[in-house]
């Protein structure tokens, strides 16, 4: 496959590697310094862009790419406010586009695992639940993408819980799931779910111990969704 990297830093490096390993090109690696190389472009010859750049360029670049009708794996996390954009140039560009706050298969079992507790979780209201998550000290986004998706599984689950707030915030309820974002070098990324009451604590973690995980997972999936179209997730993919 001929393969776009939007975005060359800590996950674009290790994506092309791996591409290139598994017989796949590298059509242009773009970081903010070299946008202009977009407009020298065959476009008609990308088979897919794999997007892990920053919050604030996800939407510029994935749109850019959506437009001219290539298919788009993005991995940035922290700009999901602008999605439903995202969703409806997708349908409009007749393309198709695949985000996921996590590659990772591992993490995404911990997705399920996760799901399956709170609905186990439901009626024992002697329990509160937390969240925390730990990364290398250049993450620019807090919480993660991962800690907002386990989040969404926990108030999917259990009924009393409705939102999620970060655990400095002054208006955490009993209705909250308060999330710690600590940053400690280098990990990769780890998430931890507690459950605690007087008489006992229940936890479940996720730690990663490298980006390959989420590298694999991004090339894997752009091998996947060539000739697929619309809006595509990791449940798609794992036949979750
Ligand atoms: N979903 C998942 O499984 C995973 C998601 N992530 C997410 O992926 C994103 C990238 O992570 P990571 O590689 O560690 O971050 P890095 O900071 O190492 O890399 C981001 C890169 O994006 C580049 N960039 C900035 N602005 C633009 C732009 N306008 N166009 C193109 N490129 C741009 C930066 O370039 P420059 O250096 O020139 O500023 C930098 O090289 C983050 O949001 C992170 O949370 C990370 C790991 C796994
Ligand atoms: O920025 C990172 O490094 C990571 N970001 C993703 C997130 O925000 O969840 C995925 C992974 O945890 C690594």
Redesign the pocket.
């Given at each position: 496959m001929n393969i776009l990297l939007?975005?060359?830093?800590?996950?674009?490096k290790i994506i092309g590697e791996l591409a290139e390993s598994r017989g796949h090109h590298i059509a242009a690696k773009?970081?903010?310094?070299n946008?202009q190389e977009l407009e020298n472009l065959d476009k008609d010859s990308i088979d897919v862009a794999i997007e892990?750049?920053?919050?604030?360029?996800?939407f510029?670049?994935i749109s850019w790419a959506i437009k001219k009708g290539i298919p788009v794996v993005s991995?940035?996390?922290?700009w999901l406010d602008r999605i439903p954009e995202v969703e409806k140039l997708t349908q409009d560009n007749d393309t198709a586009f695949f985000y996921?706050?996590?590659?990772?298969v591992g993490v995404n079992i911990f997705f399920k695992v996760n799901k399956f507790l709170a609905g186990l979780m439901q009626d024992q209201k002697d329990y509160s639940v937390s969240l925390e998550e730990i990364h290398h000290t250049?993450?620019?986004?807090a919480p993660?993408?991962?800690a907002i998706t386990l989040a969404e599984g926990i108030i999917d689950g259990i009924p009393r819980v409705q939102n999620w707030k970060m655990s400095d915030d002054s208006d955490i309820t009993e209705q909250s799931v308060p999330i710690t974002s600590k940053r400690i070098d280098p990990a990769p990324?780890t998430h931890i779910i507690r459950y605690q009451s007087e008489i006992d604590d229940i936890e479940i973690s996720h730690t990663a111990h490298s980006?390959k995980g989420?590298a694999l997972?991004?090339v894997l999936v752009s091998e996947w969704i060539k000739n697929k179209k619309g809006i595509l997730t990791m449940d798609d993919f794992l036949s979750f």
């Open positions: 939007l975005g060359y830093g800590k996950m674009g773009i970081n903010i310094d946008r892990f750049s920053q919050p604030d360029a996800a510029e670049n991995g940035t996390t922290g996921a706050s996590n590659f990772s250049e993450k620019k986004d993660s993408g991962t990324g980006r989420f997972g991004a």
